[in-house]
């Protein structure tokens, strides 16, 4: 069982930034594919960011690609991610997700349904 525990959530105005953390407790010791995904209410889940434990690189989707950046520090089991030059339309509940061992690959890296594991969330406010 792997527990993720999100944090860095707030509200902020147009242009601002923000940085978020997801904490791994657990079973975490195994390599794994983790991701950042949001939802607006009313909305689908849209995938953001994935990074592979045991890489260095860095996959973004179409909300994340350009403004924001993600991380993994594996002494700490943290994931993070770093948004900048946030707009309105970034407003949502921004979840953290983490794999069981390579589900997640190329074609599904950013599918809610390549991940086993999944925080509470937290939440992004940007006013215009």
């Known amino acids: 069982q792997v527990q993720l525990q999100e944090s860095g959530g707030g509200s902020v105005q147009s242009g601002g930034s923000l940085r978020l953390s997801c904490v791994a407790s657990?079973?975490?010791?195994?390599?794994?594919?983790m991701a950042w995904f949001r939802q607006a209410p009313g909305k689908t889940r849209e995938g953001v960011a994935a990074?592979?434990?045991?890489?260095?690189?860095?996959y973004y989707g179409a909300p994340g690609k350009g403004r924001f950046t993600v991380a993994h520090d594996n002494a700490k089991n943290t994931l993070y991610l770093t948004m900048n030059n946030l707009k309105p339309e970034d407003t949502a509940m921004y979840y953290c997700?983490?794999?069981?061992?390579?589900?997640?690959?190329?074609?599904?890296?950013?599918?809610?349904?390549?991940?086993?594991?999944w925080g509470q969330g937290t939440q992004v406010t940007v006013s215009s």
């Open positions: 997700a983490r794999d069981r061992g390579g589900i997640a690959t190329m074609g599904n890296i950013l599918r809610p349904s390549a991940y086993n594991y």
């Open positions: 990074i592979h434990t045991a890489s260095d690189s860095p």
């Open positions: 657990g079973s975490v010791a195994e390599a794994a594919t």
